[in-house]
Structures are given as C-alpha cells and as structure tokens.
C-alpha cells in the first residue's frame, strides 16, 4: 500500500520498522545512515554500527521494497503493509504502525525570545525531560544572581537579567556541571551533514530529543568516554564527543560591532554566516543588517563571531565596529 502526503516541512530522519526492527530510506543500492549503519538493498542486508545484520524485509517478509522517500514536489512517499496506518501528531511527526517518521520545520528563531517565549519554552522542556540547568550570574566574587538563559554562546550569552534580557560575558555565568575545566563548554562540530542528534541515552538507538546544528554553542554538564551530557537551548542529552569541539569556559577579549553592508545598513538587506572561513563553507543562517555582533578575531577576509547562540564566521567586508566597545582579556 502506498500513502502519499504532502508536508510544508522538510524531511528530517525516515526509520521505519518493519520485521526486524529494519527500515528503508534507498529501495536500490547501499547507504549510510548517521548512526555508521550500511543499508544494502542490493544485498537486502542492513548492517548496523556494531556488526549485526538483519535482512531488510516488508511486513509480508518480501526482502526490501517497504520504505519511504522524499519526492521532488515534497511530498513524502510511504511504502507499508495493506493494514498499516500513517497518522500525523500534533508536534509534526508521522507516525506508522510499523515505525515513524520524524520531520522539523526549517525555520527557525533568529531573534531573542521574549519572556514570554522562553518560560512557554521552559514549560515544553519540563514536559519533555523534566529538569532545567539552574544557573547563576557572576555579579562579583561573592554574589551570584539566579538568572534564565536564552542562548549561550562561547564568549558572550544572553539571560534574563534584572527584568530584561542583556548580553554577559559567558565566563560569567556559573550552572552545575561535573565536566572538566577544559570541556565546560562546546560547539557542534557536524561539517559533514551539519547536525548532531541530542539523544535520551548513551546510544545510537535512544530517542532522538532534538537535532543540534554545526556550529551552535553548548553547555557540558558530565563527559563521558564517548558521549557528552550538554544542555541544548535549555533541553538536556547525550550527544557524541566526535560531534563536539570542547572549549574552557574562560574570559575572551573581543570586540563589539554589528552587520553592515559598504558600512552601511540598508532596510531589507541581510547576510549569511557561515560554519567556516571558507567561501564554500555551510551556510548557517541569514541575518538582517544591524544585527549585534560579537568579535572575537578577524583579518581581511573573515571574521569570527558569537552571534546568537552561533559561534561562527562571516565577510569581514559584512561587519562593522562600534567605536570604543571592547573587552580586554583579564
């Protein structure tokens, strides 16, 4: 039985679980998936990442030839079996008797939450896993202010402070971690598919709680051998160290400056930041012009930056410098 739906989201994982816990996303050739599995059609073997195979089979046990795939018009195609039932959830997911599909809408907030917003997001967290990092700011040696994060970057973060969100140094910002002094902080480092899977537990198979883009900033909360413990935009998981790059949660000297074009910022314009120095580097998100910007290193062609929540390159010939707004390194 084929069911055919047309989504105003992109596709974001397909598993579907047929016989033997297999799923098809190819129905010819051998594929890959994130998790190190090879799926090979040809063969009707799926092998997973540590060496057991299973034979990739339908409902009726006919090899292959269940599955879904993405056409070109957007619609996703679902192969099943003749009583299997596709219903779509509230939060954006199929979900199929034999498996499911997840899907993620592209957009994604580019601006600071208001209160409002991050409390309606605190409350989704709480409902999800329950627990939220407390964490305090560093008013001097001997006062700490409880305060709400909005997005943590590498050098400067954004909390609720006082009645209103304000920009503060990171290094700043206290929160209960068993990580080391070296790994208190880390960006998502996925240069190839440009996301890492926050999971439930330490394993490829746990539920996938979020999807993490290259280049964001997390907090670590315990490292393990394989597999970091970090707060994801207030939700908490287990992600892989190779997806990591871990940073020291120390004092940066930087500078501050903004978005610009020939210097200047005209309405309606907006420009790309980028995952690396590089003019084929990932495009990560568009930001309009006068966009606050945190400068932490730059030469004549890139600048490296913390722009909201990202850690993150952009043309240097993009940004510009408020004049006499620096932090010196202490």
């Not at 992109?10 to 679980?17: E, G, I, K």
């Not at 943590?152 to 140094?169: A, I, P, W």
């Not at 700043?172 to 537990?201: C, S």
Request: hydrophobic share 35%.
């Amino acid at each position: 039985m084929v069911k055919k739906g047309k989504w105003m989201r992109s596709l974001l994982t397909a598993v579907l679980c047929f016989s033997l816990g297999a799923g098809a996303a190819a129905e010819t050739g051998t594929y890959t998936d994130e998790d190190g599995g090879v799926w090979d059609y040809d063969m009707g073997i799926y092998t997973d990442a540590d060496g057991n195979q299973y034979e990739i089979t339908d409902d009726s046990g006919n090899s292959y030839g269940s599955g879904s795939r993405q056409n070109a018009d957007g619609s996703i195609t679902i192969v099943t079996g003749e009583e299997d039932s596709v219903v779509q959830n509230s939060d954006g997911s199929i979900t199929v008797d034999s498996g499911a599909i997840q899907v993620v809408d592209k957009e994604e907030e580019s601006k600071p939450l208001t209160y409002e917003e991050w409390q309606a997001r605190m409350d989704a967290i709480a409902d999800r896993n329950g627990r939220e990092t407390e964490t305090f700011y560093r008013k001097s040696e001997k006062e700490l202010i409880p305060v709400s994060v909005v997005y943590v970057g590498l050098v400067r973060s954004m909390v609720h402070l006082n009645g209103k969100e304000q920009l503060v140094d990171t290094c700043d910002l206290v929160w209960d971690t068993e990580a080391p002094a070296e790994q208190l902080l880390a960006v998502i480092n996925a240069p190839k598919n440009g996301q890492a899977k926050l999971r439930a537990k330490t394993s490829t198979k746990s539920t996938v709680l979020d999807t993490c883009r290259t280049n964001r900033v997390v907090r670590v909360l315990k490292v393990g051998k394989t597999w970091a413990f970090v707060d994801h935009n207030g939700l908490r998981g287990y992600i892989q160290n190779t997806s990591l790059t871990f940073y020291p949660n120390e004092r940066h000297e930087y500078e501050t400056g903004y978005i610009s074009v020939k210097g200047k910022t005209p309405k309606g314009e907006t420009v790309y930041i980028r995952s690396a120095p590089k003019n084929n580097s990932r495009h990560l998100e568009q930001y309009p012009v006068a966009t606050p910007l945190t400068i932490v290193a730059s030469d004549a062609n890139w600048t490296e930056i913390d722009v909201e929540g990202w850690h993150c390159y952009i043309l240097s010939k993009y940004v510009s410098r408020y004049a006499g707004a620096s932090a010196a390194a202490e």
